[in-house]
């Protein structure tokens, strides 16, 4: 079993599996010798890790180098958020398609929303045809990507979050996406509604309020993302033993 054949099975088992999210080839590194079984960019924590917001800033051409470097030192599946596509054009999206494929990722993750500051849903009927000729583009040059799509009704905390997710699930399950990616959903209730909405694995990602493994599981959640949370704490932490150096005049903090 390849890699890509066995990260397609990581989201069909009973127990979901916990993706570490990385943002440069030491975190990927980590959680490796850490024992996870998948890693995956978080497109927040890398634009972060090299001085740009998220909302492909990040030129696509680092995301590629880190992308190739991580494929080289790494031997567990590897998938990489792509946003939007680091494209307008449909033509664009499948070339940094073939790029990422061609580099050795697994899988890749694309959302339904236009990055920026004032984020908002692409139209149904467009990203639907998008994913559509995505899908085709795969089979088509036998290309082994996991295909995940990301729906962001919770994430823009809109009031009717759930039925717009259930809606958009519905149109993105007959394209030949993989998987169903519905970040900042919290609750109980709305995550059973998610994941009976359709055949495809639904995967959720940290959230203070996001129930425990085990409830996920119950659930019926096949693929627990970390996104930005780690790398948040590991720089939040950073920053507070920078000060202390300073503060106490010593390096006990770090040492």
Request: net charge negative.
């Amino acid at each position: 079993m390849n890699l890509f054949e066995k990260f397609k099975q990581l989201h069909h088992n009973p127990e979901p599996f916990v993706l570490g999210n990385i943002w440069d080839v030491n975190s990927a590194k980590v959680f490796e010798a850490s024992g996870y079984k998948a890693i995956g960019v978080s497109s927040h924590a890398i634009s972060n890790a090299w001085g740009y917001n998220d909302g492909e800033n990040l030129p696509f051409e680092v995301l590629l180098q880190v992308a190739k470097r991580v494929v080289e030192v790494v031997n567990i599946p590897f998938t990489v958020d792509m946003e939007g596509g680091y494209s307008t054009s449909l033509t664009g999206i499948l070339d940094n398609i073939s790029k990422l494929h061609d580099a050795g990722v697994v899988g890749i993750n694309l959302e339904d929303t236009i990055p920026g500051d004032d984020r908002r849903f692409q139209p149904v009927e467009g990203f639907q045809k998008t994913l559509s000729a995505i899908a085709d583009h795969i089979s088509r040059n036998n290309l082994q990507l996991f295909l995940n799509v990301r729906t962001d009704g919770f994430l823009l905390g809109l009031p009717n979050a759930l039925d717009e997710t259930l809606a958009r699930i519905k149109s993105y399950e007959s394209t030949g996406a993989e998987g169903i990616f519905v970040p900042c959903i919290t609750g109980a209730d709305d995550i059973k509604a998610v994941v009976n909405a359709g055949k495809l694995p639904i995967n959720v990602m940290c959230m203070p309020a996001l129930p425990g493994f085990d409830e996920l599981q119950t659930l019926g959640v096949k693929r627990i993302s970390m996104g930005p949370f780690l790398f948040s704490k590991v720089y939040s932490d950073a920053a507070a033993m920078a000060k202390a150096v300073i503060a106490d005049k010593n390096f006990a903090a770090i040492i």
